[in-house]
């Protein structure tokens, strides 16, 4: 099974910070990766799928890069309603396994 | 707008059995592969199973191979998990998911059902 590092864990920012998450995958998968956002007591929404196409209605300042075995989400400009949990997800191959997940916190 | 709503969750003691039930509305689900993903209290995400649009094939996390089942009634709009042999570590909110058109990408879910298994 393909194993997916995120990086932090846990993160401290302030509004309108420039937040970079990072996910690493034990094999390389391409571009089959998917970002994730997840709000307490929510379902998780697609943010980025394909690595880096911005899923409809998502705020351009989410994007997302890489290929192979590494990956970065990124947030331009940190918005009150960003701070939540990240999981990126590889669907490369079955099983889809899911990252550890990102808690992006208030500073 | 596309809706999804998980039903079926509850209590069941370990070695027991629930069927988890996901109606779709708002698309053409007999178009689309769906997914079952999980959530244990306080943990992160893990992905279930997933089955084609047809049901033609079916493929599960090495955790729940040989106990859990995905299928699909295409005819009422209906995605399910049976799930035995229950055990602790199943102790989740099951979500179910449509895949993107574009790609087996996890693009609408629904809300959860909570399964707590506990003698």
């Known amino acids: 099974d393909i194993q997916l590092t995120q990086s932090p864990s846990f993160l401290s920012a302030s509004v309108g910070d420039r937040v970079t998450i990072t996910c690493r995958a034990s094999?390389?998968?391409?571009?089959?990766l998917a970002w994730y956002q997840q709000k307490p007591g929510k379902a998780p929404k697609l943010l980025i799928y394909?690595?880096?196409t911005l899923q409809s209605g998502v705020p351009s300042r989410f994007s997302g890069s890489g290929s192979g075995t590494e990956f970065t989400l990124t947030i331009s400009s940190l918005q009150p309603e960003d701070f939540a949990t990240y999981y990126c997800?590889?669907?490369?191959?079955?099983?889809?396994?899911f990252g550890g997940g990102t808690k992006v916190e208030i500073k | 707008q596309v809706q999804l709503v998980e039903s079926g969750g509850g209590v069941a003691q370990p070695g027991g059995s629930l069927r988890l039930s996901c109606a779709a509305s708002?698309?053409?689900?007999?178009?689309?592969?769906m997914h079952w993903v999980r959530q244990a209290p306080g943990k992160g995400l893990e992905w279930v199973a997933f089955?084609?649009?047809?049901?033609?094939?079916?493929y599960y996390a090495d955790s729940v191979k040989g106990r859990f089942t995905i299928s699909r009634d295409n005819s009422k709009n209906t995605l399910y998990l049976q799930v035995n042999s229950l055990r602790g570590e199943d102790t989740a909110v099951y979500y179910c998911?449509?895949?993107?058109?574009?790609?087996?990408?996890?693009?609408?879910w629904g809300q959860g059902t909570l399964v707590t298994v506990s003698s």
């Open positions: 708002g698309f053409t689900f007999s178009n689309y592969g």
């Open positions: 998911a449509k895949r993107l058109s574009s790609g087996s990408y996890l693009d609408y």
């Open positions: 089955i084609r649009y047809d049901g033609s094939d079916k």
């Open positions: 394909a690595a880096s």
């Open positions: 997800q590889q669907l490369n191959s079955y099983p889809f396994t």
């Open positions: 094999q390389g998968i391409s571009s089959y």
